[in-house]
């Protein structure tokens, strides 16, 4: 539904791929039909990637209908056809495709997106299946009302130094307790061995860091791009840096925001 849609739009579709041409027809077809190659402008196989976006050594070779390779020089990248190997200064020079004008999806950061970020300017996203179990926790009321509360406990925690005193010391020991049972809690919520492969409690994983780096937007497959109009802009969010104190924080402490979860636990506080 996706290529079709594309492709009918009139958008210019490309597949490059380490996998070898049986593999990938077989699989095409069964996932698109016998007709698969009719949606894409150029399909390239045993690309060697990474080393497709950083060599430009290999030159494109064409397969025939038998799979078998020809060895005339590749003067354009025609539809319909199968090329194999290349390199991408090649493919730019002979589509004429280049910069911000594209967007690449790939599944792995380092072989797919990060050359193509960093040297081509190109646009890329990220396929990440796990994003979908992801989402599904965070999704929770369990794990809103463990992250609510952790965060308001925390600002409480903060607050309360500034009171030396026995009593508010007792209390603060026990307010860190339950926010490390907090913490446990929703790290759990992702996975009991390692927790979210996103974020470690407060901070991005490094494969989470690295996301964000080599992918303009990332998403669970390509079929997510159906919920959005082809003419759709996402823009980046902005977020809070060390220094800058979120608003929101002082609010919930304060009282002024209120919450549901909040609103909830109100009659057990």
Partial sequence: AVLHRLASSGKKLFLITNSPFSFVDRGMTHM????????????????????????????????????????????????????????????????GWRGSKVLYFGDHLYSDLADLMLRHGWRTAAIVPELEQETKVVSTDRYGMNLTWMQALTGLMERLQTHRDPVSKQVFLEWQKEREELRVMTKNLFNPQFGSI????????????????????????????????????????????????????????????????????????
């Avoid at 030159?59 to 060895?71: K, Y």
């Avoid at 937007?217 to 800058?244: A, G, I, K, W």
């Avoid at 104190?245 to 636990?265: H, I, N, R, V, Y």
């Fill in 32 to 95: 698109v039909g016998k007709n698969w190659r009719d949606f894409f402008d150029v399909v390239i196989v045993q690309a060697d990637k990474p080393h497709f976006f950083t060599d430009c050594i290999k030159p494109f070779r064409r397969l025939d209908g038998n799979g078998d390779l020809r060895w005339e020089k590749i003067k354009s990248l025609d539809k319909g056809q199968i090329y194999k190997q290349g390199n991408l200064f090649d493919f730019l020079r002979l589509t």
């Fill in 198 to 269: 996103f974020r470690t409690c407060h901070n991005p994983t490094y494969f989470s860091r690295r996301l964000c780096r080599f992918s303009d937007v990332y998403m669970t497959s390509l079929s997510c791009l159906l919920n959005y109009d082809l003419s759709y802009t996402f823009y980046p969010r902005r977020t809070p840096l060390q220094h800058e104190a979120p608003l929101w924080m002082d609010q919930l402490c304060t009282g002024c925001m209120k919450t549901p979860f909040l609103e909830e636990m109100s009659h057990i506080r």
